[in-house]
């Protein structure tokens, strides 16, 4: 049975960046509060021009160069956000229209923050069985444009950048690489935990003056609780799919953790005891790009790293949903 290789990673953040000290001009905020709180120093927001599926775009144009194929070589497209252009249809639909891919499935997935790991784990089980040998999986995100950058909101909009990574993945016959394991966990008990509540379709009809001023349009998030379950369902499921394949700890090169907030990265590094070199972030410059910010910070780190063929990389996720999960894979 093949296994799924990432043959090409590609990034693509807009080129605004927008420091704290920007923040504090717009709500009652300031650089130490969000530095010591998130360990963030600036985020990137697009400008007027660009959508989420341009983002997807650039960073898949990117990886194609890096990879040597042409467009045209992706067999399907998975395509993983919280914030697409339009309600539908999905931007998968989008980016192989930009791609000039007709006739090439797109898939959406809707799983916030471990969207990306989902996402890997549709494009490994279709690798293994055959179905496709070329996928293109990306994790893209504008959140820009839907903050609440009043005071009543700060406590999110600090926190969202936008941002895209994209991964090429192939089949491979190579035993010592590829993806080893993923594992998907969701809990419906804490949906409204971290949530955009409107427009929607429980709504008659779904959308309403009301709803603008109500701020129910903006994200909403409990977020010491969703800190707390962050900090252990990570670790947790790291455990539990090194275990599935008789690995331990000590033998990862490197865990990206999703970009949500510096201090649940050291928190997750602590509670499994890994080593500073062991554990790669970068939320300080995006921010939280949730789909995309594992495949952004996996791109940076395997370069900043070193990352051999062969080394062992987890990828970890945690957010709204509350979904969460993990990968297993060999460079
Ligand atoms: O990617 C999806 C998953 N998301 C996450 O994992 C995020 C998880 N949660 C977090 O990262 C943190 O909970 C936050 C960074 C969102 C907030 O940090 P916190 O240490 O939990 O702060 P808090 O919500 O308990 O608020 C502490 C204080 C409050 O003031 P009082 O009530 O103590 O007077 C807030 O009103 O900080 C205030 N505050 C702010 N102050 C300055 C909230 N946001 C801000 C802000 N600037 N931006």
């Known amino acids: 049975m093949p296994r799924t290789a990432i043959a090409a990673l590609g990034t693509a953040v807009p080129d605004r960046v927008v420091t704290n000290e920007e923040l504090t001009r717009l709500m009652d905020t300031t650089d130490a509060w969000i530095r010591e709180r998130t ?61 000039g891919l007709p006739g090439v499935p797109a898939l959406d997935v809707r799983n916030q923050c471990s969207g990306f790991i989902y996402g890997l784990s549709i494009a490994d089980a279709w690798i293994r069985s055959g179905t ?27 926190i969202f950048g936008d941002g895209a990574g994209a991964a090429l993945l192939e089949a491979t016959d190579d035993p010592g690489r590829g993806v080893l394991a993923c594992e998907l966990h969701a809990d419906g008990r804490y949906t409204r935990e971290l949530w955009t509540d409107a427009p929607g379709s429980r709504y008659h009809p779904r959308i309403q003056p009301r709803m603008l001023e109500d701020a129910s349009i903006f994200p909403h998030m409990e977020g010491q609780k969703v800190f707390k379950h962050a900090i252990s369902r990570m670790p947790e499921v790291v455990r539990s799919v090194l275990g599935k394949t008789g690995l331990t700890t000590a033998d990862l090169k490197l865990l990206i953790p999703h970009q949500a907030n510096l201090r649940i990265s050291q928190m997750v590094q602590r509670s499994l005891e890994l080593r500073d070199d062991q554990v790669f972030n970068n939320i300080m410059k995006y921010g939280n790009t949730t789909a995309a910010s594992i495949p952004i910070c996996l791109d940076e780190a395997v370069t900043a790293r070193g990352v051999k063929r062969g080394d062992l990389i987890g990828l970890a996720a945690f957010g709204a949903g509350f979904t969460w999960g993990a990968a297993l894979l060999r460079w």
């Open 132 to 158: 496709y040998r070329r996928i293109l999986l990306v994790g893209s995100e504008v959140h820009s444009t839907g903050l609440d950058v009043s005071n009543r909101g700060r406590d999110v909009s600090v």
């Open 39 to 99: 360990g963030i120093e600036e985020r990137r927001w697009v400008g007027e021009e660009t959508s989420n599926s341009d983002l997807a775009l650039a960073a898949t144009r990117q990886a194609l160069d890096r990879a040597g194929w042409k467009a045209t070589d992706i067999e399907a497209i998975i395509y993983a956000s919280l914030s697409p252009d339009h309600m539908f249809p999905g931007d998968g639909c989008f980016l192989n229209g930009k791609l």
